[in-house]
């Protein structure tokens, strides 16, 4: 395989087919380009799309830089110099020749990676769960370490979006334990503790009860990412414990958090609450 091949292939496994995602043909005029956009617009804008916001955001990104490109003729022009390369002269598709590969795990673990790039979120959790159900399969078996900490980075905005969070938080924690093995992310993985507290402590209330709620409070108080982050997390605890009843528990946890930070935020209800029934609750016994 020479350099000037591997090359091609790098190039059109990331470049972005601008008239696909406009729904026209190469040959289109630009008040045909301005009347596709305006029609894309409408159906994939995040005020009127029924889609998850952040997917209809993505989206939207996507089509408005199809747009500046294709509406410039200079832009446009450069473009086509390398779409005519790609896409006419070789004919060829990365997507539809990694899929042809059914039975080369390498080929669909970039097929995930590539479609989860290129916002085909759906096709890549299906294929990957699919995977997953019928083998042995393994992301950090067939990509690099780098693709996989992307891949298993965006497969857990895929499951987030699609509203499971049990599977996200589990690829955010596989994500942030490879981390300490050996630095990838760096700087970037507050992000992936940001993403897993919100997951935890936002997005899951109300959807699960309050035991799996405190499993996983204390998977993230094992962590001990700061005394900050922990003093929320005991806090966290403490309102569970309170939905639940236990305003005994609920008592020992806030001090806990208190402890690690004084100035922990939003503590002063709760208190008030925890420490009202237990007094109750001690006038009572």
Do not use: W
Not at 45 to 64: G, N, T, V, W
Not at 215 to 243: H, M, Q
Request: aromatic share 16%; hydrophobic share 35%.
């Amino acid at each position: 395989m020479t350099i000037r091949y591997i090359l091609f292939i790098i190039v059109i496994k990331y470049m972005r087919n601008y008239y696909e995602i406009l729904n026209i043909n190469p040959k289109s005029s630009i008040q045909e380009i301005k009347r596709s956009f305006r029609k894309k617009a409408k159906e994939i804008h995040p005020d009127l799309s029924k889609e998850d916001q952040r997917k209809s955001e993505e989206q939207m990104k996507l089509l408005l830089k199809a747009y500046k490109i294709l509406t410039n003729p200079d832009r446009r022009e450069q473009y086509d110099k390398l779409y005519r390369r790609v896409y006419s002269r070789y004919s060829f598709s990365y997507r539809e020749y990694l899929k042809k590969k059914k039975d080369d795990f390498y080929s669909q673990a970039k097929l995930i990676f590539y479609d989860l790039l290129n916002l085909r979120k759906d096709d890549a959790i299906s294929l990957y769960e699919n995977l997953c159900r019928e083998t042995d399969f393994k992301l950090e078996k067939y990509l690099s370490r780098a693709d996989f900490m992307d891949c298993t980075f965006l497969l857990a905005e895929g499951y987030t979006e699609r509203g499971d969070y049990q599977k996200a938080y589990s690829y955010y924690k596989k994500i942030y334990l490879y981390e300490l093995e050996k630095p990838y992310f760096h700087h970037f993985i507050d992000e992936i503790i940001d993403r897993m507290r919100d997951l935890v402590c936002f997005k899951m209330v109300g959807v699960f009860n309050g035991e799996t709620l405190l499993a996983y409070l204390d998977d993230l108080i094992r962590f001990n990412f700061s005394n900050k982050d922990t003093a929320f997390f005991y806090k966290k605890v403490a309102e569970v414990y309170s939905s639940l009843g236990n305003n005994n528990q609920a008592l020992i946890y806030l001090e806990k958090g208190l402890n690690l930070n004084r100035k922990l935020s939003g503590v002063k209800k709760l208190k008030e609450k925890i420490s009202y029934h237990t007094l109750v609750n001690l006038q009572n016994t």
